[in-house]
């Protein structure tokens, strides 16, 4: 069982539609991040958030948005997005902020665009 | 740049021993990580080397040789569960400590 946990698990959303994507973990890890992963690549990063607050944005475009609630939520809103946009997408935690620490990944949630 | 290699596909038996090499290049270094994934699955955290030398756990090993730029997984007594992704990821050092992923290396385990 993962202790990161991510909902939905499925999400099949038109380009005009706005959803979130949730995310919960209660390790008390203090960094939160958002991948994405395409089929047969390695996850690409999207988002960190350490301490609750957003320290790296890898220049994803402006119809994913996230939000940190408290320490142990992560949301990512969708707007607007592109069938391109269809991927895995997972969250994952991280005990420390500094990269030393293993990433812990949810199950992920599998978005398809149309 | 940063550039890390691992190769695409490994086969092996059931029972056997099997070494999953992974090359990096890069100016700045802060740690190597192995990850394991099955299909349809998250990723999950198998070993963490920074130091030079090998990191057993079980049946998984994990070594590293900073000089050489070279880690390699080591999976002993292979069972069919095995079979899966197995991604190697460096930890870029600098104000963006983000992670640095090898594009993985499935490995299919036959009876």
């Known amino acids: 069982d993962t202790e990161v946990t991510q909902t939905p698990k499925h999400l099949v959303m038109g380009m005009t539609n706005k959803k979130s994507l949730k995310c919960e973990q209660h390790?008390?890890?203090?960094?939160m991040y958002w991948y994405k992963q395409k089929a047969k690549k390695p996850p690409e990063l999207m988002f960190v958030y350490s301490y609750e607050k957003l320290s790296i944005n890898e220049s994803v475009p402006s119809r994913f948005s996230p939000e940190c609630p408290n320490s142990s939520l992560l949301n990512l809103h969708l707007h607007a997005l592109q069938p391109e946009d269809s991927a895995l997408y997972l969250c994952?935690?991280?005990?420390?902020?500094?990269?030393?620490?293993?990433?812990?990944f949810g199950n992920g949630t599998r978005l398809t665009v149309t | 740049g940063q550039n890390i290699d691992q190769p695409t596909e490994m086969t092996a038996t059931e029972g056997a021993i099997v070494q999953i090499n992974c090359t990096y290049q890069t100016s700045g270094f802060n740690g190597l990580f192995w990850y394991q994934q099955h299909a349809g699955e998250a990723p999950t955290f198998l070993s963490y080397?920074?130091l030079d030398g090998l990191e057993e756990k079980g049946r998984f090993s994990s070594f590293l040789s900073r000089s050489k730029g070279y880690s390699y997984l080591l999976l002993k007594e292979l069972q069919m569960k095995d079979s899966a992704s197995y991604l190697c990821?460096?930890?870029?050092?600098?104000?963006?400590?983000?992670?640095?992923w090898g594009l993985g290396t499935s490995l299919g385990v036959n009876p």
């Open positions: 080397n920074v």
């Open positions: 390790m008390g890890h203090r960094a």
């Open positions: 994952a935690s991280s005990q420390g902020d500094r990269g030393l620490s293993p990433l812990h």
């Open positions: 990821a460096y930890l870029n050092a600098g104000n963006n400590r983000k992670l640095i």
